[in-house]
């Protein structure tokens, strides 16, 4: 059997929602994270573990560890996830920060990586990559979709199809 792809999901603005209209709050529940509020969607939990049958998940976040300290449990998920730690440079403002990183745990196999914050760096280099790489950008007011993860399990499905 062939090694799940990994799938490297960033926390804040894909299940930790912010920058929705106060009167348009979406389902989900206020979870305080060393004493910050955290609004974490309805639907991330579902979500997860749908793509955990497809994917190797990994916590792909400026909350390293604390990922697992609070997201598990919050969103119902099997057991903590191997999360990546981050070189600190605060002249980065941006998800290309991340790439050392994801390059390092993922090897050369297949990967998808979720977060709100991709850029042109991001682009680059998941068209560069010889293995398959799949960028999903979600807006931080909605977080994960169904719609995306749809995406990410048609695109798994292909990716582990013999022969490509």
């Not at 389902?27 to 639907?43: M, R």
């Not at 991340?98 to 390092?104: N, T, Y």
């Amino acid at each position: 059997m062939r090694e799940k792809p990994a799938l490297f999901v960033d926390v804040d603005g894909v299940i930790s929602l912010f920058g929705f209209a106060p009167g348009a709050m979406p389902a989900g529940q206020f979870e305080t994270v060393d004493g910050i509020a955290h609004f974490l969607s309805a639907s991330a939990g579902e979500h997860l573990r749908l793509l955990a049958n497809h994917f190797e998940p990994v916590w792909c976040t400026g909350w390293e560890e604390k990922a697992n300290e609070y997201l598990p449990h919050a969103l119902g998920l099997d057991g903590p996830y191997p999360f990546l730690m981050f070189e600190r440079n605060p002249g980065r403002a941006h998800a290309h920060w991340k790439l050392d990183a994801i390059a390092a745990y993922a090897g050369a196999r297949p990967l998808a990586w979720i977060d709100d914050a991709h850029d042109e760096d991001c682009a680059a280099w998941a068209a560069a990559r010889a293995a398959p790489t799949l960028l999903v950008t979600t807006a931080p007011a909605i977080g994960l979709t169904g719609a995306d993860v749809s995406e990410l399990l048609g695109w798994a499905t292909r990716v582990a199809q013999p022969g490509d």
